[in-house]
């Protein structure tokens, strides 16, 4: 990257609204960030207090009431729905606490779909496929569907998806929920490995010992960012 | 730190002189816990007297000196058997000075309890980071330093998670006068 590239992630003031009236909630307010290539963000707080809503904010799953989210310095709402959609497809993966695998397709339909509806080649897909699920330790499981394989395969499946493709950013909500410590710890060398090869990483968790797997913890109160893992 | 028990272990596996002691007792440990010749000497001493071990016979020690060696009495044999079938007891800490303070500033209204509380998550993360960088070099085996790194970082972990169920709690009502 040279000096003058534009971060991988950055939030500009950002603030998220939702309901009106007395049912008003200001799920995120005035929130700055910027995470850098080869940095793993962690987000911590009590729960209700944003980490969710940040994630899907900077994951262009929720648009911000106002404030910018740039991705490679592109403002997704400068785009058009399909263009955005297109971004974040081609340069942001997802990680959920629940998989969110397709149940109908195999495994490695799952992990390459993000390529196929880019409308890449299905040969290209599938060596794509191979070589993401090879990445996590799943050679051989390409054929498997969801519900044949354990909840740790699941998430490295999950994992294999977020990756595949040219992703610059990559943002995980409480991947590690339903694992057990050492398969949580396997979840986190990868998604670690992954971060430290250049793309930027944010990670929300609730669990002390993940978070100590980032260079920088922020810790999110009633939608506000009250620290940004700075110097004291 | 046992060092009695630790002797009496090694000596369970055979007869050893004092410097083999303390060799093999840093081979075991990966020398996480460094043991000096006189510490191992003066257990040593103690053991004899109170009948947990007897002398074996000598060697030539590496200054080609004699050095007497030991083994296990019946009574040694014993001791060992229990300290390996009983759990240990961690001594209670009733005297710790992360709730001392934070129970002083729950009842302090010029403290500014969650930012104290904030400030030491922080910290306890940070020792947690570079205790999860030093367990990524290690291997995935019971070896004497993964499993000290492995007790501090849950240690760590309990803290942190200590810190949020604080700041989960309500303030407590004042004292009457």
Known sequence: MSPTSPAPLELQNVTCVFGSGPRRVVALEDVSLVIEPGELVAVMGP??????????????????????????????????????????????????????????????????????????????????????????????????????????????????????????????DEPTGALDTTTGDAVLRILRDRVDAGAAGMIVTHEPRFAGWADRTIVVRDGRLVDDGGEL | MPIKHSLLAMLADGRHSASQLQQQFSERTQAVWPLNIGQVTQTLGRLERDGLIETAGTITGANNRPADTYRLTTAGTELLDDWWSRPVQRPPT????????????????????????????????????????????????RTAERLQVERRILDLESEARWLDRVEALSTPRPQES
């Open chain 2, 94 to 141: 009733d005297r710790d000075e992360l709730v001392i303070k934070v129970s002083l500033a729950a009842q302090n209204r010029s403290v500014d309890l969650i930012g104290l509380l904030d400030r030491q998550r922080r910290a306890t993360i940070a020792q947690l980071r570079e205790l999860t960088r030093l367990s990524r070099t290690l291997d995935h085996t």
């Open chain 1, 47 to 172: 729960s209700g207090s944003g980490k969710s809503t940040l994630l899907n904010v900077a994951g262009l799953l929720q648009p911000p009431t106002s404030g910018r989210v740039l991705v490679d310095g592109v403002d997704a709402a400068d785009l058009s729905p399909t263009r955005s959609a297109e971004l974040r497809r081609t340069r942001i993966g997802l990680v959920f606490q629940h998989y969110n695998l397709v149940p109908t397709l195999t495994v490695g339909e799952n992990v390459s779909l993000p390529l196929e509806l880019d409308g890449r080649a299905p040969a290209e897909c599938r060596e794509a496929a191979r070589i993401a699920l090879q990445e996590v330790g799943l050679d051989g499981l390409a054929d498997r569907f969801p519900e044949e394989i354990s909840g740790g395969q699941a998430q490295r499946a999950a994992i294999a998806r977020a990756l595949i493709g040219e992703r610059a950013v990559l943002l995980a």
